[in-house]
Structures are given as structure tokens and as C-alpha cells.
Nanobody, 121 residues
């Protein structure tokens, strides 16, 4: 069993930056592929970024490529998402996820509760 708790969301102006963090419980964190997803009002939840268990493979949706950076620290059981050059269309609830598979194709087993990111224009 893995429990995921996100933090770091908030309100930021367009062009600004935020860093989301996800703290995971459980000793098997290092064996999971980790990812970030987001869901905007009225839209389906979508993939943002993923990272394999070693950190050697990272994947990004085209909409965030070059602006967002995912990283993980297996010793601290954390995964982070650095978000730069934020746009109003990045506004969404961001969810941390743990699963199996690959950084760009995650079979989700666990979800966090989500953290709100709002980007004002």
C-alpha cells in the first residue's frame, strides 16, 4: 500500500513558477513508476509527466515539454514537478500517481488527493 500526499500548489501569475512535491509512504516507493496528472474543470484527467524508478527515463506531454521538469528522490520517497513559464491553461488540479509500466505509459495503482494550481493572466 502506498499513500501519496501532494503539496506546493497555489496561485501564480502567468510566466511564474511553482514546484509541486509528492510525499509517499511505504517502503516500496522505489519500485514504482511515478507520474503527475492534471484535471481542469470540465475536462478529463490527463497525463503531464512520468519518471521511471531509477529516474533515467522521463516523459512529458507536449504541452509542458521544455517548461516542466520531473524528478524523484527514492531515499526521501518524494517526487517533484518543477513548473516554469506557467500559462493560464496550466490551471488544474494536479495529481501525483504511482504505478507500474513505463514513464510514458503508467498503469496507475495509487493516486494522491490532488493540489490546485491556478495561473492568472
Amino acid at each position: 500500500q502506498v499513500q501519496l500526499v501532494e503539496s506546493g500548489g497555489g496561485l501564480v501569475q502567468a510566466g511564474g513558477s511553482l514546484r509541486l512535491s509528492c510525499a509517499a509512504s511505504g517502503s516500496t516507493f522505489g519500485s514504482y513508476v511515478m507520474g503527475w496528472f492534471r484535471q481542469a474543470p470540465g475536462k478529463e484527467r490527463e497525463f503531464v509527466s512520468g519518471i521511471n524508478w531509477t529516474g533515467s527515463q522521463r516523459s512529458y506531454d507536449d504541452s509542458v515539454k521544455g517548461r516542466f521538469t520531473i524528478s524523484r528522490d527514492n531515499a526521501q520517497n518524494t517526487v517533484s514537478l518543477r513548473m516554469n513559464s506557467l500559462k493560464p491553461e496550466d490551471t488544474a488540479v494536479y495529481y501525483c500517481a504511482a504505478g507500474l509500466g513505463y514513464s510514458d505509459n503508467i498503469d496507475i495503482r495509487y493516486w494522491g488527493q490532488g493540489t490546485q494550481v491556478t495561473v492568472s493572466s
